[in-house]
């Protein structure tokens, strides 16, 4: 389908994007690496007035350290994610999960922050950054604000950015020394996830001292098997984990749709944890 005229405005700073943006009101979507809104225009389910394409602002991309923390840029693609050295060292589940998002042409183009923004519970990185207890960082007219993943993804597509911020980076604890498994089921290579697990595990002589586990897809947002951690403290051995993993789909709405019932995500939640927890520790 052709996507609806619109106007195109390519800033070449923030501060000129945030006022492009500020100017346009409610009018306005910024084009990121285009994987998520083109399709949207192209199927006419998205109708700006105005495209903001950020994609040659270079203080969006790249990773540095901040203390105990890596700031990742927001139009940092995918694929520099996957190979930058202090992510896979420091931020090794984003590495991971990010090296299962779709296809290299995808990943190529597609960026972390485009992806983050975009707010879609079926997307592998949103739970990934929930696990990972990430900021994320807007700009507005009034300045910048840190907002907690936890508090970012708002409902199904919505965040907490207003019409008129731009998220600029991501901001995450480093997790030395806590081992790590994405793992999800789609029906086909480079489909959305089914229903997708991030676990993140440190361990304290032979047992799980604590757990994260972020869900993809069990909900209008991305969110915590809140349940399921409290129940991995302490496990020693995957029978325990087992018995943990039974708890993942607690508190969640999985959706109904061609793809799954609800009955069916809760179960691939509770059997995904349990493979994702397992490989993370080395017990499976």
Do not use: C
């Not at 500020?22 to 809104?37: N, R």
């Not at 409902?155 to 999800?184: C, I, M, N």
Request: glycine content about 10%.
């Amino acid at each position: 389908m052709i996507p609806p005229a619109f106007d195109y405005a390519r800033p070449s700073s923030v501060d000129e994007a945030v006022r492009t943006l500020a100017d346009a009101g409610e009018d306005a979507k910024v084009l990121a690496g285009g994987q998520s809104l083109l399709p949207l225009l192209r199927l006419r389910l998205a109708f700006p007035e105005l495209v903001v394409d950020v994609g040659r602002i270079p203080e969006l991309r790249g990773v540095r350290e901040d203390g105990d923390t890596l700031v990742i840029g927001a139009m940092t693609t995918h694929h520099d994610v996957i190979r930058d050295p202090l992510v896979r060292r420091h931020a090794g589940l984003l590495a991971a999960a990010t090296a299962t998002v779709a296809d290299p042409a995808v990943r190529h183009r597609g960026t972390l922050g485009g992806s983050l923004a975009h707010a879609d519970p079926a997307g592998d990185l949103p739970a990934v950054v929930l696990a990972l207890d990430a900021e994320l960082v807007a700009v507005g007219p009034g300045g910048r604000r840190t907002i907690p993943a936890g508090e970012f993804f708002l409902d199904y597509l919505q965040s907490a950015l207003a019409p008129d911020e731009l998220l600029v980076e991501v901001r995450v604890p480093k997790k030395d020394g806590w081992s790590f498994h994405y793992e999800k089921f789609h029906r086909v290579a480079q489909a959305w996830a089914i229903v997708g697990v991030a676990a993140l595990v440190r361990r304290d002589d032979g047992h799980i001292a604590e757990a994260r586990v972020g869900l993809t897809n069990m909900g209008a947002t991305p969110l915590r098997a809140a349940a399921a951690e409290r129940a991995l403290a302490g496990a020693g051995d995957p029978q325990a984990v087992a018995r943990a993993a039974e708890a993942a789909a607690e508190g969640t709405q999985p959706s109904r749709d061609v793809s799954a019932s609800p009955e069916y995500r809760a179960h691939l939640a509770r059997v995904l944890t349990k493979r994702a927890v397992l490989t993370a520790t080395g017990m499976g």
